[in-house]
Structures are given as structure tokens and as C-alpha cells.
């Protein structure tokens, strides 16, 4: 919940930049100049997994003379947000002799009432000068981990923290109904009809009080840092790590996969798009059985970012290792994530050729749960509400149409078909992932606005994805 917030709170804040990283845990704490361990992901449009350590700059320099920052505090904004969304689905069933209706509802409330914030981070240059002739403790423990890991040293620089108690209120609210009638005649008995009418309801409200100068957000200075322990502060861009020992390896260790496209247009993203075909076509060949598992237990992850980077951690665990350890997820998410990791270890059993597959169908379920992951939380519930098989039929269509020329009749006589409500969710999943999607009732223009990001192709890998199980369900 705490996470969920302050993710929030940074996509609403730091929208382009992408400056500020949210806080994960109120159990983390951060303060200026801490150490933060920043892990490169798998893939090169992730973001980093940043892990905030016990120990600050001073703690890993050799010498006695501690650098002492100077802190400049200003007010940074007054912030308060209501986030929610609301699912109504009906589902009617007729036999022979019987029909059965399921009706359900859905409804979530996040309000961050956070208040006034104020804004802590040293003086930069001021940090520069003193860290000049100033050399890291090559033989400490943390860097020795970090370096081994091919990780990267970050100090804080800034950090957005509240002034006052706040808090944090979800409410979500879940219904459903079964009507159900049932007719038995014979030929010679009277007519027995059976009707039964069965509700279920479950309301939560969970309320989050947060104290005085806890941590929201923070934002790093990576370090370059040389063999003999001097490093450099990496001011205009994120290109931090240790030099590399090998001779053989030039180089900084830790900095991995493809930059950011400034500019990225059609041609790089169809590109990127046909070099991940295969993990796609590995999804769409599983048994209809695995397929339709896959796609509901995903879906149902989608209800909770937090559940989401659980299922994303214990992924990343077991390409490292090829095990799945849930020894640090809760119980209420081990519901969902546990579907997933058994249809995997299924694909385990078998011959070496299997083994090998089944890790391929690992790789392409992590890539599909990343670009889930990297959604906006906003992105990620209007997702959910188009994630049916007919929907996603739709929106492969329209990844197809931004891939081709850019204009397609027949999707937008299938658009035309939706209903309002799923219309406007599709219409604003493209939106908040710089593709501009104009529609009238017989055609449909699509094209990518020029933006510096890749969110473009974390859209279009995670709609086909999600479209590679649905294919056929």
C-alpha cells in the first residue's frame, strides 16, 4: 500500500524526468549521502532495482575527515490524491432446463493525503569539491559485494519528505451476485422449479498513518569508480559503475543493455517487436489449459502493483537460479503468484529439449510481466479492465496498424463495437504511452508522438504478450 502510494506520487510529479525513485518500504530510510545499491534489470528499457543500504558515503571512504554536506531545504508542493477504479461485469449462462446469472462489482479508493512536503538535497557543487583526492575503501564489505554482483554505487542527493503526519486510505469494495433456476419434468411428474439467489460482499478499509520527515521519494548521483578506490560523480546522466578488472573488458561493470531511444519512431520499435517474435510465438503455443491460467492469474495480479513486483522478484529469482523462493512474499499474493510459478515448474518436467523450452516460456513470461511492470499505475488498471480475449484482439490490431501505415479500416469498425467504457480505457492506454489514436467509425489513425522514452514499445510488448495467451483461449 505504502508502495503503491508513493509510486503514485512520483508519476504524477516527475512524470518526464524520471529523476525521483519512490520508496518501496516504510521500513526503508533514507537519508542525504546514503548509499544506495542500484541493480541493472534484464532488460534495457527497465528501470533499475534501487536497494537503500545502512551505510552513507562517509562510511565506505578511507581517511578520517568525513565530508559534511550542506543541506539546502525548501517547500517543495502541498499534495493530496484520490486514485480509484470501478469494474461491473455480467455474465449470464442458459442450459436445456436451467440458466445461471453471475453479476459482479469491483471498486478501489486510494487517497494520499500527504499535505505539505518539503524538498531536502545537498549543495552539489560544494559535494564535488569535497570529493576531490577523496578515495573509497576498495576492501569494504559492501563494496566488495556490490562490485562482485556487477552493481552500481548511487549516493542520495535529494529526497521529498513529509512536514507533518499524513496518511494513506484504501478502500475497495467487491460484490457478487449468483442467481441461478433450475427445471425438472418428467413425463409423468409435475414440473419442479428450484430458484436460489446467492450474494457475496467484502469491503476493506485500511488507513495508513505516516509520521513526520518520512522519506517518499529520492533521487541518486551515480559513482564511476577506478580501480584504486577514486570515483567520479556522474552529474548528467546515469552511466555509474566499477571499472571492469579484465583487460580483456573495457569499460564500466554494472551498465548493460541497449540506451534509451531519444527519438525512437516506427522503424525501432517494429525492430525491437520482431527481435522478441519468438518469445511471443512460444506464448502462443503453451496448452489452451496453460494459456487461459496464465492470462487469468496475470490479470489477476494487475489488481495490486505490489503483487506485480512480488511476481516480477520471484521471475527474477528464478532465471538466476531456475527456483522459485517465495519465502519473502505474503500470503494474499502467493494466491495469484502461485498459478503462474506452477504452470512454469509443469514445463520443467521432462527431457533436456523441455528443460530448455520450458526456460525459454520463463524468459517470455519475465518479458511480459516487465513491461507490465513498468506501466503507469493508471496504465496498468485500464489494462485490466480491457485484458478479455475479444479486447485484446482489438488492441493487437492496433499495435499492427501503429507497426504498418498507420491506418486501418477494420479496426476501427471494431473499435466502434466496444463499449464506451472500454473505449475510453483503450483510448487512454495508448495516450499515456505517447501513442495518439484517432478514431471515426470506419478507420483509425495511430502514430507515436515524439517523446524520449521507450513507453511505446513497453505497450506494444505487453499488449501482444497478453494477446499470446489470450490467442484462442
Not at 79 to 93: L, R
Not at 238 to 252: A, C, I, M, Y
Not at 260 to 287: G, I, K
Not at 415 to 424: F, T
Request: hydrophobic share 40%; aromatic share 4%; charged share 20%.
Amino acid at each position: 500500500m505504502f508502495a503503491t502510494a508513493t509510486r503514485n506520487f512520483v508519476e504524477e510529479v516527475d512524470e518526464r524526468g524520471g529523476l525521483l525513485i519512490p520508496m518501496r518500504s516504510l521500513n526503508d530510510s533514507v537519508s542525504l549521502l546514503t548509499v544506495v545499491v542500484s541493480q541493472k534489470r534484464f532488460w534495457f528499457w527497465q528501470k533499475p532495482k534501487h536497494m537503500p543500504t545502512d551505510f552513507t558515503l562517509n562510511d565506505v571512504l578511507t581517511g578520517n575527515a568525513p565530508i559534511t554536506p550542506v543541506l539546502i531545504e525548501t517547500d517543495f508542493i502541498k499534495y493530496n490524491g484520490t486514485y480509484g477504479d470501478s469494474i461491473h461485469g455480467t455474465a449470464d449462462a442458459t442450459f436445456i432446463h436451467s440458466n445461471v446469472s453471475v453479476e459482479g462489482k469491483e471498486s478501489s479508493k486510494l487517497q494520499l493525503l500527504f499535505g505539505s512536503l518539503k524538498k531536502d538535497e545537498v549543495d552539489v557543487r560544494k559535494l564535488l569539491q569535497d570529493s576531490k583526492n577523496r578515495v573509497l575503501d576498495m576492501s569494504h564489505r559492501l563494496i566488495q559485494q556490490t562490485k562482485k554482483k556487477r552493481q552500481v554505487f548511487g549516493v542520495v542527493k535529494e529526497r521529498i519528505v513529509t512536514s507533518q503526519p499524513c496518511s494513506v486510505i484504501e478502500e475497495v469494495q467487491q460484490a457478487e451476485q449468483c442467481t441461478g433456476a433450475l427445471s425438472l419434468c418428467g413425463p409423468k411428474s409435475p414440473k419442479v422449479s428450484l430458484k436460489d439467489n446467492g450474494s457475496l460482499s467484502k469491503d476493506s478499509n485500511v488507513t495508513m498513518e505516516i509520521p513526520t520527515n518520512t522519506t517518499l521519494a529520492y533521487a541518486l548521483i551515480e559513482l564511476e569508480v577506478k580501480h584504486d578506490g577514486r570515483y567520479e560523480l556522474c552529474l548528467m546522466s546515469n552511466k555509474g559503475g566499477f571499472e571492469v578488472d579484465s583487460p580483456t573488458q573495457k569499460g564500466l561493470a554494472g551498465v548493460t543493455g541497449a540506451p534509451v531511444q531519444n527519438n525512437p519512431d516506427v522503424s525501432h520499435l517494429a525492430r525491437e517487436l520482431e527481435n522478441l517474435h519468438a518469445h511471443f510465438q512460444l506464448l502462443s503455443a503453451l496448452p489452451a489449459c496453460g494459456r487461459s491460467s496464465l492470462l487469468k492469474n496475470i490479470t489477476a495480479v494487475m489488481e495490486d502493483r505490489a503483487a506485480l513486483s512480488a511476481l516480477q522478484s520471484v521471475l527474477d529469482q528464478m532465471l538466476l537460479d531456475k527456483s522459485a523462493n517465495m519465502a519473502d512474499v505474503s500470503e494474499a499474493h502467493k494466491q495469484c503468484i502461485q498459478p503462474v510459478v506452477d504452470v512454469l515448474e509443469e514445463s520443467e518436467c521432462g527431457s533436456a529439449a523441455q528443460t530448455e523450452r520450458s526456460a525459454s516460456v520463463l524468459s517470455a513470461l519475465h518479458l511480459i510481466t516487465s513491461a507490465l511492470d513498468e506501466l503507469t499505475c493508471d496504465s496498468l488498471a485500464a489494462l485490466r479492465v480491457c485484458s478479455s480475449p475479444d479486447v485484446l484482439k482489438i488492441m493487437e490490431l492496433l499495435v499492427q496498424c501503429l507497426l504498418g501505415s498507420g491506418a486501418s479500416p477494420a479496426s476501427g469498425a471494431d473499435l466502434a463495437a466496444l463499449p464506451e467504457v472500454i473505449l475510453r480505457n483503450v483510448e487512454h492506454l495508448f495516450a499515456a504511452s505517447d501513442v495518439n489514436l484517432e478514431r471515426d467509425a470506419a478507420r483509425v489513425r495511430i502514430n507515436q508522438l515524439r517523446q524520449p522514452a521507450n513507453r511505446p514499445l513497453i505497450l506494444c510488448i505487453a499488449l501482444r504478450g497478453l494477446h499470446s495467451l489470450a490467442h484462442c483461449v
